[in-house]
């Protein structure tokens, strides 16, 4: 896969949202993935039974009880191509999201700003990890009920598997991100999701060999690239 394009798959794994016409230029170039089971087609005003609420309620729960989280990654693109990485995320705030060679890119961020470096350029993008589609990783608490700053649009529960789409709830336009669990013997398991952007873009990261509440060290989130030049993307 050309490097160009590792690029551009990278940024929009975690920068959906930030990826809006004028904000993240590559991310919005990219036409990534989609969901192993069929996208569900919801719209913003889908209707939500006592079954998705009690879906809804049991998924929070589990993100609320994930303190550390460690992984290995897999990105596919449209065509099937694909990239890896590893996961490492320590609530509240902190995440680092490293890509294997040959794509270049790193994410990290220390506990309010996600930084997106390219190592070949030595270049760095900050932007608040509240505008990223990151917000169910790192918030020191998820809410999803009715008011709360995220707005579940559709829930989707098929045999072993619980997959629930959010939006801004102040700026749904803005994308939205299917999140996806295995719901085995009453427990569910964080398997990936997919961030759609501002321009329908889908972006899908499947986990394995997933550690939850494990140590982390916090050196893991210490940015110290060298960097010749820093970019400051607005919310």
Not at 54 to 70: C, D, G, H, K
Not at 138 to 144: E, F, H, M, Q, T
Not at 197 to 225: H, K, S, Y
Request: proline share 7%; net charge neutral; charged share 25%.
């Amino acid at each position: 896969m050309p490097i160009d394009r590792l690029r551009r798959a990278a940024a929009a794994a975690l920068f959906a949202r930030a990826a809006a016409p004028g904000r993240l230029g590559r991310a919005t170039a990219a036409a990534l993935l989609s969901l192993a089971l069929a996208w569900p087609a919801a719209g913003d005003n889908a209707a939500l039974d006592d079954g998705d609420r009690a879906a809804i309620a049991r998924a929070e729960a589990y993100l609320n009880s994930v303190t550390t989280l460690q992984a290995r990654f897999v990105q596919l693109d449209s065509s099937g191509e694909a990239a890896t990485g590893r996961l490492q995320v320590k609530r509240p705030g902190r995440m680092r999201f490293e890509y294997d060679p040959p794509t270049p890119i790193l994410l990290v961020s220390r506990g309010t700003e996600l930084v997106y470096y390219d190592r070949d350029l030595k270049t760095a993008t900050r932007l608040d990890w509240e505008d990223t589609p990151a917000w169910f990783l790192l918030a020191d608490r998820v809410s999803l009920t009715p008011g709360g700053p995220y707005r579940v649009v559709d829930v989707h529960r098929p045999p072993g598997l619980l997959v629930f789409t959010a939006v801004d709830a102040d700026a749904p336009e803005d994308g939205r991100i299917a999140v996806s669990f295995a719901d085995r013997l009453g427990k569910l398991k964080l398997t990936g999701w997919v961030a759609v952007d501002a321009l329908g873009q889908p972006t899908r990261v499947t986990l394995f060999n997933v550690a939850a509440n494990q140590p982390v060290d916090d050196r893991a989130f210490v940015f110290n690239e060298p960097v010749s030049g820093l970019e400051q993307q607005d919310p």
